[in-house]
């Protein structure tokens, strides 16, 4: 499985980002198996934390610093994992890593740069 992140870039605070993890050479069948996906970040001298997550049957959970701010949804039919950013302040600057969790296999993208600027 390999994922694909995208949509991080420069935005001005209280601006809004929309985060994709794609994965489009996964068959549908595997895309079913995934049993949780999820969006991580990691900060400059920090360690990377939790930011939200997503079931296959659509629960979700978010860190306390973005709930009410981002919401993370899926499209099953594209196999894409979305992170809808808003009211970003600049403390929510960081790499933002999407992963996807098959039983006990964990896939992680590439990472992509969110920078808000105050």
């Known amino acids: 499985v390999q994922l694909q992140a995208s949509g991080g870039g420069l935005v001005q605070a209280g601006g809004s980002l929309r985060l994709s993890c794609a994965s489009p050479r996964t068959i549908l069948s595997v895309f079913w198996s995934v049993n949780e996906m999820g969006w991580y970040r990691q900060a400059p001298g920090k360690s990377r934390e939790l930011v939200a997550t997503i079931t296959r049957n659509g629960d979700t959970n978010y860190a306390d610093s973005v709930t009410g701010r981002f919401t993370i949804s899926k499209d099953n039919a594209k196999k894409t994992l979305y992170l809808r950013m808003n009211s970003l302040k600049p403390e929510d600057t960081a790499v933002y890593y999407c992963?996807?969790?098959?039983?006990?296999?964990?896939?992680w993208g590439q990472g992509t740069l969110v920078t808000v600027s105050s």
């Open positions: 992963t996807w969790r098959i039983d006990q296999d964990n896939y």
